[in-house]
């Protein structure tokens, strides 16, 4: 896929450290690389999601577990039939809330390191790369995109209030390089390949910035001017971990689509959900709660989301338990 934007953005690249190769022989990313699956088939995901409800039934397909330690799990792709690309955040130094905003913001910077970990189908680990620089402030690795020739992901204080650095990387090397900085905390990033647009959520998803890669930004360390867009969340309901690029819909007029999943806690309960969310107004266009939980109990959508279309039926991958998680696959029954 020949993108043409590419060219705009002549970051410096910043080399993935403490590289861990498990399987020796196999491939970080297949290659060729596959078609992003979302978007490749979002036109049908949006008609197959649209007939689902609140009574709908869910049928687990699979139950994968992967290998490892996988710290806190914040975004996946599922690239092919035979790799997942996790990113992940490990908390050396747990952050601590002030007893009053300082500075902007409600709590120290604490420590750690981004992550982005590879399995194969069946959750053996291929490779671990520590993407954030050792010591930076911004190692927190939100949800992830794949647009069929890069990763997008964001590396962020674990802080509301406080900056972000939006990255992209080639599957085959997970080497980060640097687009543009943000001052805020930013959660996720999803590119619109079509427009060259990327979307990003701050913290707790109330707010998504586009940002037009058309547009020639200062190269790190400098930060962004204002994005193109900044758009508050009408809805309330759920707190958005993870988006993934569904293309622009028919059903929705061609505007830009995407699939999110997440969580939220109120009155004193914690509630899960799935929606496909317009991306230019960040309206819900469609959404459905989910009360799947896992082993552990945790609900199924508090962490990582995927999703496809496999042998014509929707297919919504999760990842929801921190450090030792399996992979669970789930198909409405519609």
Known sequence: MKLSWLAVAAAPVV??????????????AP??????????QGEEIVRQFSKIDRTTKWKLVEEVPFEGDLFEPEGIVRMGDNRYFVSAGEYTVRTQKYNQTTNGTDRTTGEGFGHMIVFDG?????????????????????GIDYDGTYLWATLSQYRPNSTATLVRMDPATLEPEEVLRVHDHQGG????????????????SRE????????????????????????????????????????????????PVMLCGGITGIYDTTIGGLAVVDML?????????????????????????????????????????EHNSALYVYEPVI
């Open 15 to 28: 080399a993935a450290v403490n590289m861990t190769i498990t399987q020796k022989n196999a491939t970080i």
């Open 31 to 40: 290659s060729p690389l596959p078609p992003p699956g979302s978007s490749s």
């Open 122 to 142: 069946k959750g053996r680990r291929i490779a671990d790369a520590t993407i954030s620089r050792p010591g930076s402030s911004e190692y927190h690795n939100g």
């Open 189 to 204: 990033a999803v590119h619109d390949w079509s427009s060259g647009v990327v979307l990003t959520l701050n913290w707790g």
């Open 208 to 255: 998504a910035s586009l940002w037009d890669l058309g547009a020639r930004f200062p190269g790190p360390p400098a930060f962004a001017a204002a994005p193109r867009a900044r758009v508050r969340n009408p809805s309330h309901y759920t707190d958005y971990q993870d988006c993934k690029y569904l293309g622009h819909s028919q059903r929705y007029g061609f505007r």
């Open 281 to 321: 107004t960040m309206a819900p266009l469609m959404e459905v709660p989910l009360t799947l939980t896992s082993a552990q109990g945790n609900l199924v959508t508090k962490n990582p989301v995927d999703v496809a279309v496999v042998g014509g039926r929707l297919r919504f991958f999760f990842l929801p338990d």
